[in-house]
């Protein structure tokens, strides 16, 4: 969603329950932003929005608490997921040129990161 600066995904869930071990397909669809988190090297998820959740074959009575807090649990559970940690010796060779990472850009293409000298972050 380059518009927005913002990634979207859709994946597909499959629900075990614990007790009974009943078992539930469904879907999710949600958008995010990115940052960086320098300490640890890694772009994490942000502002996390849950767009569509599913859950297949849930109880008539149980569905309404699912669509209720089911995507809020979700958007929770899913802030500040890390989806990709530089390689340590990447974060060093940049450190060691004197860059750092600078703005995130979601494009049609693909990602931009932007690299800047150290102390114009």
């Known amino acids: 969603l380059p518009a927005s600066n913002r990634l979207a995904?859709?994946?597909?869930?499959?629900?075990?329950?614990?007790?009974?071990?009943?078992?539930f397909t469904g879907g999710l669809d949600l958008d995010y932003g990115l940052r960086f988190e320098p300490q640890q090297g890694a772009i994490?998820?942000?502002d996390v929005?849950?767009?569509r959740l599913q859950i297949d074959q849930v109880p008539r009575a149980q569905q309404s608490l699912v669509s209720q807090y089911a995507p809020r649990l979700a958007e929770q559970?899913?802030?500040?997921?890390?989806?990709?940690?530089?390689?340590?010796?990447?974060l060093a060779l940049a450190r060691?040129?004197?860059l750092v990472v600078?703005?995130?850009q979601v494009l049609p293409e693909g990602l931009s990161?932007?690299?800047?000298?150290?102390g114009m972050r």
């Open 49 to 51: 929005r849950v767009n």
């Open 44 to 46: 994490r998820m942000a």
């Open 102 to 104: 600078g703005a995130l």
């Open 77 to 90: 559970l899913l802030a500040d997921l890390v989806i990709y940690r530089f390689p340590p010796e990447h």
């Open 96 to 98: 060691n040129l004197g």
């Open 9 to 23: 995904t859709a994946f597909d869930l499959v629900a075990t329950e614990r007790i009974a071990r009943s078992r």
């Open 113 to 118: 990161i932007e690299m800047l000298p150290q």
